[in-house]
Structures are given as C-alpha cells and as structure tokens.
C-alpha cells in the first residue's frame, strides 16, 4: 500500500532550521513537503499559531511531522503543544541533518517503522573521533 | 527556599532557563507562577518534562506561590518563573513583593521593543512602573553573561524621543 505523503516542519531557534533545510536540499535537491519555522521574536503562542496555519495548508491526506530541535526548549514544547491540536503524526525532539534526510528517504515506511528508521539513524550519525596529542586518530568508544 | 531568580519569560521552562541560567546556578526546583497553568493538567505535564531530571518543576497559582513566598524559608533553591510581569504585580497585591525581577522574554507582537528580546505591551509597561512603585528593581538580561539593564533606563531612552517631539 502506498502511503500518503509525508510532510515535515523543521522547527528551531534562530536559523538552524532554515540551515538544515538548505542543507538538506544541497543533497537531495528542493523538497516540496519540507518547510522549516523559526521561533526568533516570535511568543510560544505566535509559533503555534504559524505551525497550525503550516499544517492547516497541506493537502488531505498529509502525514504531517514537526521535527523540532531541543527536547525541552521552546520549539519543542510548542511543537507537542500544537501538535495535540492538529492533526499533526508525531513529533522528533534533537533534529539534525541525518535525520531530515532520512525523513525524505524513507516516506514509503509505515508510522511505526518510519519513526523508528529515522531516531536510529539520527543517534548513530552522532559521534566523534578524539584526537591525542601525538597519537593516531580513532573513533571515538571504539576498542582494539 | 531560597529563590535565587526571579524571571519573567513567556516560554517559562525552556532552554535558557535551564542551560543558561540553569547550569550556573543550579537550582533544586522551578516554580512556574500562573494560575491557568497549575490548573491545567496538561500542561503542567508537558512543561514539567522540559524540566531536567534532577529539577523539580512545581505549578502555583498567584495565591498560593505568594503564600510560599511569604512563609517558606527552607534551605532548597529555586527559580520562580512568570509568564508576564503582571503576575509580579498580582504576587504583589497577594501580599509577595518580587525584590528583583529578571525580565528574560516577552515577544508581544507590535510591543514596544526594548532589547532584542523585550517587546512589551502597554500593560507590560504599566505593570513594570507599578513594580518600580512598589520596590522591585527590574532588569532586563537574556543570558547570564549579558548585560544587565536596568528597566527604568530602557523605558526612559524610549520616552526621550517622543517628549523632544512633543515640544
């Protein structure tokens, strides 16, 4: 069964989610079911209001997700605030490039395996590598 | 308890709150001040789980966090947060006068901008002099290491212009 499309709102301070998206797009090309708000200048009650307005938008059918980016700051309180009033799907707290991009490689997954998918992936794409002082390079946690 | 902020923010618990002013200084509770709040359980439930773990979130209404206020002068720390600064003026008529109140957000739309993150409604402004009147020092600062301005300034440097105008 074809599931209907699968729209995201990148939800975050300041520019980071104008950012991600533009990043996204420079990989996989302009997305139209991806749109990105700001909380800049704007009270909790005004970003609601600009979400519901963005979800109130998509055609019937949508599948609407508010990617959001701090799990406990405003945009991701607002979000599950203006979530419980549309009929938004779900709601992702830590949004980071790996994840948006999931988010539009996987939009043939069912809900449950979709948020599954793309939570994986965006904690994997978390690491790091320490560097010692005169020493060689090697990802992080790993052990030989 | 002894409240080491008084802050008025119009996201209340949020990321400021609690890495920026958090991380300083450590508080063991968050008062949240408002009495639509403490009496919606749903909110209560989704602003409480912004609060890190080791933080205790609470929800008063104005009677019963000036009752606290007034009575309470155990050991544990906390930061009071409002929504706006008129609920500073109402802890005031229920008997709790705010000695210095933080104002770290409010983002009215068409208010009067002050900082990059004060835009005030008349009513915020009239709350801010009533508190002035009844003794509280009211500063704006975001962030712990930004400048602390005095309210009174900011809202002088604003009435300056519209006086040289009016003469």
Redesign the interface.
């Known amino acids: 069964m074809i599931e209907a499309a699968k729209v995201a709102i990148v939800i975050a301070?300041g520019s980071l989610a104008s950012g991600l998206v533009s990043a996204m797009e420079k990989v996989l090309g302009p997305q139209p079911n991806v749109f990105w708000l700001s909380n800049g200048?704007?009270?909790?009650e005004?970003l609601e209001r600009e979400i519901q307005a963005l979800v109130a938008r998509q055609p019937a059918g949508s599948q609407v997700y508010l990617l959001s980016d701090?799990?406990?700051?405003?945009c991701?309180?607002t979000s599950?605030?203006a979530a419980?009033r549309t009929g938004v799907r779900g709601v992702f707290y830590g949004t980071n490039l790996a994840l948006l991009l999931e988010f539009v490689l996987h939009q043939d997954l069912p809900p449950e395996a979709f948020f599954e998918a793309l939570v994986s992936k965006a904690r994997t794409a978390v690491d790091g590598v320490a560097i010692e002082t005169g020493g060689s390079a090697e990802p992080a946690g790993s052990s030989r | 308890m002894k409240v080491l902020l008084f802050r008025v923010d119009d996201r209340l618990i949020h990321g400021q709150v609690i890495l920026g002013w958090g991380r300083r200084f450590r508080p063991q509770r968050l008062i949240v001040v408002d009495d639509r709040i403490a009496g919606d359980p749903w909110e209560r439930e989704l602003l409480g789980s912004a609060a890190p773990p080791e933080v205790a979130a609470e929800f008063l209404s104005v009677g019963a966090a000036a009752r606290a206020l007034r009575a309470d002068g155990g050991p544990e720390t906390a930061f009071v947060l409002l929504e706006t600064p008129r609920s500073a003026v109402r802890l005031a008529e229920a008997g709790y006068v705010v000695p210095e109140l933080n104002l770290g957000g409010l983002h009215r739309e068409g208010g009067l901008r002050l900082t990059a993150y004060l835009f005030l409604s008349p009513d915020d402004v009239a709350a801010v002099r009533a508190l002035h009147a009844a003794g509280t020092r009211v500063y704006a600062q975001d962030v712990p290491d930004a400048r602390r301005l005095a309210l009174e300034d900011l809202l002088r440097e604003q009435e300056t212009p519209l006086r040289r105008e009016a003469r």
């Open positions: 301070h200048g704007k009270t909790p005004t701090l799990r406990g700051g405003s991701g309180t599950l605030r419980r």
